[in-house]
């Protein structure tokens, strides 16, 4: 499932990126799924974790907002993904 939602995550980025003023930012409905669906899988997976809490924490600011909180998010299910393997 980490895999499936980190090359989902780099569609996401590829359709919903758009470039600011400040840089890029991302948006749409694509992106907010994305988000649901990472958050109910870490919340079941990794409940009372500090990554799924940090995860969490950048979701609720991601939507609109600067790109980083796309890289916090993938990055941890990255890091997951690797620490699973």
Do not use: H
């Not at 840089?23 to 990554?51: H, N, S």
């Not at 790109?67 to 890091?79: F, H, N, Q, V």
């Amino acid at each position: 499932m980490l895999e499936k939602l980190i090359q989902e995550g780099e569609q996401v980025r590829q359709t919903c990126a758009q470039d600011g003023m400040v840089g890029q930012f991302m948006v749409g409905e694509d992106y907010e799924k994305w988000i649901a669906k990472c958050t109910l899988f870490m919340e079941r997976t990794y409940p009372k974790e500090t990554l799924t809490q940090r995860f969490i924490e950048a979701s609720k600011k991601a939507v609109g907002n600067s790109t980083s909180y796309y890289d916090t998010m993938i990055g941890i299910l990255k890091a997951l993904n690797e620490y699973e393997g």
